[in-house]
């Protein structure tokens, strides 16, 4: 239901952009999120949105690099990451949930999609 792309390789300060196509009609309803999962290391929130688009959440650790935005009509979250770090290298998973505590807090959303591989050079 939850499909990522855009993945890639980039060096450092490079960008990307990784899309989420969702096929459930009632994409609107959900609350959407980006979550990584470097090599070693436990899954980790990255960004949210909220169901109209109104509110967006970051991890600090991307802040004022990432953005996250939906497209509604075209039932896609997208996650624009600027000045990409090495340790931004990670698969990449998004995320959806009509419960924002859930999903932001808990960081147990309702649905996962598969993931998607950014690799940051140095």
């Known amino acids: 239901q939850l499909q990522a792309s855009g993945g890639g390789l980039v060096q450092a300060g490079g960008s990307l952009r990784l899309s989420c196509a969702a096929t459930?009609?009632?994409?609107?309803?959900?609350?959407m999120g980006w979550f990584r999962q470097a090599p070693g290391k436990e899954r980790e929130f990255v960004a949210a949105?909220?169901?109209?688009?109104?509110?967006?959440y970051y991890a600090d650790s991307v802040k004022g690099r990432f953005t996250i935005s939906r497209g509604n009509a075209k039932n896609t979250v997208y996650l624009q990451m600027n000045n990409l770090k090495p340790e931004d290298t990670a698969v990449y998973y998004c995320?959806?949930?009509?419960?924002?505590?859930?999903?932001?807090?808990?960081?147990?959303?309702?649905?996962w999609g598969k993931g998607t591989l950014v690799t940051v050079s140095s």
């Open positions: 459930r009609r009632t994409f609107s309803s959900y609350n």
């Open positions: 949105i909220s169901r109209s688009g109104g509110t967006r």
């Open positions: 995320a959806a949930d009509m419960e924002w505590y859930r999903m932001v807090a808990r960081g147990t959303p309702e649905y």
